[in-house]
């Protein structure tokens, strides 16, 4: 049996140092270095020297078919909203080859994975009735198994209904191996609408055995309330923690009385929240002088609720987000900035949000530090996770099945101050 053994790691930012020995692409057993060495002596060894080591990031949210396309819109004017980029990218997507969006998805896959990311929920815009980004995203899921699990999410960017035949398309995306139902309430032409295609998301799920992630209530407007329609949902038909809904920015616009009844009822159905830190603090907020908004949901109230939350990317300079480089270390210093989650325990129990609530959102079982799981991490550049969290470390070794899928020097400063 060969075995490999990992020493000298901080799992999760612990104090103690931990050995970690792997063999056949899994965990096999953790413990101190001495005790391990003995019970391996032919293993082949690894210094860790000290750094933390968690569980790979988990992107729950991004939408890989649209990343450096930001150029693409030429508009001599631009006002920064949701609405505006869903128009000019209605107008561009059609222009795009299967080859462009391919090579772009790999340019930004790449870059994911030197940022630690192992897991990935993209959603892909199903209203083309060729299925040209479906189709390459599909493919490359397979591709890139060895690399990253990619979740595919059948995403209706112009709607159930306000596209016409929208909701057959989401159908036919399930049919060819999407993995989850999607939809964009708010974006439907009314509220009776916005319900009904929540409500034919939860009938695709049904028939075919699929979770959930609606695109919800990313507006400003404190009358947007189809979360509470999805939380519902999902509590009758017995879905507890297969739905997530991603973004909620109206929440930060709800009177306290409304958003507070509703935390119980997103802890019956063990609700999944999804924020994209940088991407709705720049989205939002557009239709405000001052004072204006941030844009992102009530992190701190659904966290203390006992909510799963999670932060993710969204865009990688697309008409949505001129920046955005897969680092979900980036996410969180937003995250925890715009959320006032700022005490040293809160942002010593941080990672959390970029690593398993992303993984539980997912439902992906076979992940974190147990012996027999899939021996899948990350080492980052620092020896304490408040200090990874404050520099916003970098991922210097990631590990998947066992392999070293990428690995960084890291940083030092070279120059001698003389003091």
């Excluded at 450096?68 to 059609?94: C, M, Q, R, V």
């Excluded at 083309?128 to 198994?145: C, G, H, I, R, Y």
């Excluded at 993984?359 to 147990?370: E, I, L, P, Q, R």
Aim: proline share 3%.
């Amino acid at each position: 049996m060969s075995v490999t053994l990992y020493e000298n790691a901080r799992l999760n930012g612990a104090a103690e140092l931990t050995a970690i020995a792997v063999s056949d692409g899994r965990f096999l057993k953790f413990g101190k270095a001495q005790d391990l060495e003995h019970e391996f002596p032919d293993a082949k060894r690894e210094d860790l020297g000290g750094n933390v080591v968690c569980p790979p990031f988990a992107d729950a949210h991004i939408h890989l078919d649209y990343v450096y396309t930001a150029s693409l819109p030429t508009h001599e004017t631009s006002s920064g909203t949701l609405f505006e980029a869903i128009d000019n990218w209605s107008d561009s997507k059609a222009k795009l080859s299967a080859d462009a969006i391919r090579s772009r998805a790999l340019k930004a896959v790449k870059m994911q994975i030197s940022h630690g990311v192992q897991y990935v929920r993209t959603h892909v815009d199903v209203t083309d009735p060729k299925f040209t980004a479906l189709k390459v995203m599909l493919e490359l899921k397979e591709q890139l198994k060895p690399y990253m699990q990619i979740q595919i999410v059948a995403f209706p960017q112009e709607g159930y209904y306000a596209y016409k035949g929208g909701d057959e398309l989401v159908e036919e995306a399930l049919k060819m191996g999407a993995d989850v139902v999607g939809g964009i309430p708010h974006f439907e032409f009314t509220r009776e609408d916005g319900v009904r295609s929540v409500k034919k998301g939860f009938e695709l799920a049904e028939k075919y055995d699929k979770l959930l992630d609606f695109h919800c209530d990313e507006t400003d407007d404190d009358q947007s309330r189809f979360v509470e329609s999805i939380c519902a949902m999902t509590y009758y038909d017995g879905l507890q923690g297969r739905t997530a809904a991603s973004h909620t920015c109206a929440m930060g616009s709800y009177n306290n009385a409304y958003a507070f009844k509703m935390m119980s009822k997103f802890k019956k159905a063990q609700l999944n929240f999804i924020v994209c830190p940088t991407e709705n603090c720049y989205l939002q907020g557009r239709y405000d002088s001052y004072p204006r908004r941030r844009g992102i949901s009530r992190v701190d109230e659904l966290d203390q609720n006992g909510l799963n939350v999670s932060f993710a990317q969204d865009s990688i300079s697309d008409p949505w987000y001129p920046l955005g480089n897969g680092n979900l270390m980036h996410q969180l210093d937003f995250g925890l900035h715009l959320s006032h989650m700022m005490s040293v325990e809160q942002i010593s129990n941080s990672l959390r949000f970029v690593t398993t609530n992303g993984a539980k959102t997912m439902c992906v079982g076979d992940y974190g530090f147990k012996e027999g799981n899939s021996a899948n991490f990350v080492v980052l550049d620092a020896d304490n996770v408040f200090d990874a969290v404050r520099n916003t470390a970098s991922t210097i070794l990631s590990v998947r099945n066992g392999e070293v899928i990428m690995r960084k020097q890291p940083e030092k400063v070279l120059t001698e101050y003389g003091f």
